[in-house]
C-alpha cells in the first residue's frame, strides 16, 4: 500500500494525517475576515456507476469574526481532536488556553463543563487564542444533538451558548483488514465507534464478530457522516457493506420501500435481518457453554448450566437479540439482576447478572432487536463480571449456539425491482473502497 492510500481525505476526524493532530492557523485579528479558510475534498458525482470518478471541489469556510487585538498581540486559530486520555487542562493547554479567568469559567459553568465531560475521542474543538494564552472564542460538540456549546469573551468575562448548526451529509467509503483482531481492524480502518457497533449489528445474526473472523478476512463499506464547516461532528447510517471471510460473504444494502421502515437486503434481496442476533454483545468472549453438569464455582457441585456466559467489563452494554415485549426486569435470587424478553410464538430470552437495566426499562414495554436493554454486571451468584444468556422456546432453555433459528422474509416483486436499481451506484462505491482504505464523498 503506497503513501497515498494510507492518507484520508478532508471531512472525516481521520483527514488529518495521524503525526500532525496539532495543527493550527495564526494571523492578525484583521487577516481574518480577509482571508477566511479554504478546505478541499473528493468527491463521488451521484450520476450513475459509469460516472464515478472522481473531482475536487473548493470550499470556502467562513470564519469567525475578527477581534481587536492590542498592536503585536496576534490570535491563534487552533483545532484538537479530543484524546482518551485529556483532562480540561490538557486540552485547554494544546489550544493555547492558559488564561487563568478562562479556565475557571470553563471548570464553573455547568453548561460548557458538562459539554467538555461528555466529548468523544476524535471530537473536534475549536478555540481562538491570542498569543498571551488569552480565550477569545471556543467551540465545542454537543453530544447527541445538531449543535455546538459556544464559549465568547465579554470583555473581561465570558458567555457560554448553545447555538444550532446545518449539517451537510457526505458519503464515506472504507475497508480493512483482519490483522489480528476486530477492535485493531476496525481502528486501522479509521472506523467510528457507532459506525463499527452498526457493522456487528447489521450481519450479527450471520457471524460472531468474536470469535469467527480470521486473519485475513475483510470487510468494506459505505456510510454516511454530518460535517459541519468541514468537520465531522457525527456519524450516519451504512448505506452498503460487505465481509468476506473464509467461511462466507455477507453483503448487505440499506433500502427504504415505498410503505414501511427502511432495512438491511442480501444482493438478491433478502433480509439481513434475521428475527435473532448470534450474541446478545457486541465484544465479548464466551467463557461457559450451555452443559448439563458443569462444576459450578460458588455451589462447589455439579449443577446444569442453561445457558452461555459472556465475558465482559461491567457496565457493557446488553442487547436484545429480537423485538419483544419485556417479561421480567427484576432481582430474581442467583441470576441478580434478570431481564426475560418474550418474543414471537414460542421463543423468549434470558439475560442475567446485570449491574443495570436501561433507563426506563420495565415489565410490559417494546423492544427493538439491537436495542441496549441493561448493562453487564456481577449481581447474584457470579464470581466475575458477565452476562449469563438463555435462550428459551416453551420456557425450556435449549444451547443459543445450536439452535436453527426461523429466517426472514424478502421483498415482493415490485419493491425488489426498485431495491435492484438503488443497489447499482451502492455497489459501485463499494467496488471503489476495495481499492481506497478511506475517502470522503459527496
Same mark, same amino acid.
Do not use: C
Given at each position: ?12 476526524? /481521520?483527514?488529518? #494525517? ?9 494571523? /492578525? ?9 479554504? *478546505?478541499?475534498?473528493?468527491? %463521488?458525482?451521484?450520476? @450513475? ?20 487585538? $492590542?498592536? @503585536?498581540?496576534?490570535?491563534?486559530? +487552533? ?13 485547554? &493547554? +494544546? ?16 453548561? !460548557? ?10 471530537? %473536534? ?6 498569543? &498571551? ?16 456549546? %459556544? ?14 448548526? !446545518? ?8 475497508? @480493512? ?15 467510528? #465507534? ?37 468537520? %465531522? ?43 435473532f442476533l448470534l450474541a446478545p454483545i457486541e465484544f465479548s468472549r464466551v467463557t461457559s457453554g450451555f452443559s448439563d453438569a458443569r462444576f459450578h464455582p460458588i455451589l462447589q457441585t455439579l449443577r446444569a448450566h442453561k445457558g452461555v456466559d459472556y465475558a465482559a467489563p461491567i457496565g457493557t452494554a446488553v442487547l436484545a437479540v429480537a423485538d419483544g415485549v419485556v417479561d421480567t426486569a427484576e432481582f430474581q435470587n442467583g441470576y441478580g439482576n434478570l431481564i426475560v424478553l418474550k418474543h414471537q410464538g414460542t421463543y423468549s430470552t434470558a439475560y442475567g447478572h446485570l449491574d443495570d437495566f436501561a433507563t426506563g426499562l420495565r415489565k410490559g414495554m417494546r423492544v427493538r432487536q439491537g436495542e441496549t436493554i441493561g448493562y453487564v454486571g456481577q ?12 435462550? +428459551?422456546? &416453551? ?6 449456539? *445450536?439452535?436453527?433459528?426461523? &429466517?426472514?422474509?424478502?421483498? $415482493?416483486? *415490485? ?6 436499481? !438503488? ?15 478511506? !475517502?470522503?464523498?459527496?
Amino acid at each position: 500500500m503506497n503513501i497515498e492510500e494510507k492518507r484520508i481525505l478532508a471531512h472525516s476526524p /481521520a483527514a488529518i #494525517d495521524q503525526q500532525r493532530r496539532h495543527r493550527w492557523l495564526a494571523a /492578525a485579528a484583521g487577516g481574518f475576515s480577509l482571508l477566511g479558510m479554504v *478546505a478541499a475534498f473528493a468527491i %463521488v458525482p451521484a450520476a @450513475g456507476p459509469a460516472q464515478l470518478d472522481q473531482r475536487t471541489v473548493i470550499e470556502q469556510i467562513p470564519l469567525p469574526a475578527a477581534i481587536k487585538l $492590542d498592536a @503585536g498581540n496576534q490570535v491563534f486559530l +487552533r483545532e484538537e481532536y479530543i484524546q482518551r486520555s485529556d483532562t480540561l487542562a490538557s486540552l485547554m &493547554n +494544546r489550544l493555547g488556553v492558559t488564561e487563568r479567568a478562562a479556565l475557571e469559567h470553563l471548570r464553573q459553568d455547568q453548561a !460548557a463543563l458538562q459539554t467538555i465531560q461528555h466529548l468523544r475521542p476524535g471530537s %473536534v474543538v475549536t478555540a481562538r487564542a491570542s498569543e &498571551n494564552g488569552a480565550l477569545h472564542f471556543l467551540q465545542l460538540p454537543v453530544l447527541d444533538k445538531d449543535a455546538m456549546m %459556544v464559549v465568547e469573551r465579554r470583555g473581561e468575562t465570558f458567555v457560554t451558548r448553545e447555538q444550532a448548526i !446545518a449539517l451537510e451529509t457526505r458519503i464515506v467509503i472504507g475497508s @480493512g483488514e483482519i490483522r489480528s483482531s476486530w477492535f485493531e481492524a476496525t481502528d486501522a480502518a479509521d472506523l467510528p #465507534d457507532a459506525i463499527a457497533g452498526q457493522l456487528v449489528g447489521i450481519f450479527g445474526s450471520e457471524i460472531d464478530f468474536h470469535r469467527d473472523l480470521r486473519k485475513g478476512d475483510r470487510f468494506t463499506l459505505v456510510y454516511e457522516v454530518f460535517t459541519h464547516q468541514g468537520q %465531522v461532528v457525527r456519524s450516519g447510517r451504512i448505506l452498503a457493506a460487505e465481509v468476506t471471510s473464509r467461511q462466507k460473504l455477507l453483503q448487505a444494502y440499506w433500502f427504504q420501500p415505498a410503505k414501511g421502515d427502511g432495512a438491511y437486503y442480501t444482493a438478491d434481496g433478502k433480509s439481513v435481518r434475521k428475527p435473532f442476533l448470534l450474541a446478545p454483545i457486541e465484544f465479548s468472549r464466551v467463557t461457559s457453554g450451555f452443559s448439563d453438569a458443569r462444576f459450578h464455582p460458588i455451589l462447589q457441585t455439579l449443577r446444569a448450566h442453561k445457558g452461555v456466559d459472556y465475558a465482559a467489563p461491567i457496565g457493557t452494554a446488553v442487547l436484545a437479540v429480537a423485538d419483544g415485549v419485556v417479561d421480567t426486569a427484576e432481582f430474581q435470587n442467583g441470576y441478580g439482576n434478570l431481564i426475560v424478553l418474550k418474543h414471537q410464538g414460542t421463543y423468549s430470552t434470558a439475560y442475567g447478572h446485570l449491574d443495570d437495566f436501561a433507563t426506563g426499562l420495565r415489565k410490559g414495554m417494546r423492544v427493538r432487536q439491537g436495542e441496549t436493554i441493561g448493562y453487564v454486571g456481577q449481581t447474584g451468584l457470579a464470581t466475575g463480571p458477565h452476562l449469563h444468556y438463555e435462550f +428459551r422456546i &416453551n420456557d425450556e432453555q435449549v444451547d443459543p449456539l *445450536a439452535v436453527a433459528l426461523p &429466517n426472514s422474509i424478502p421483498l $415482493d416483486r *415490485a419493491q425488489l425491482s426498485r431495491f435492484k436499481s !438503488a443497489r447499482l451506484a451502492l455497489r459501485a462505491q463499494l467496488d471503489m473502497a476495495k481499492q481506497v482504505k478511506l !475517502a470522503a464523498l459527496e
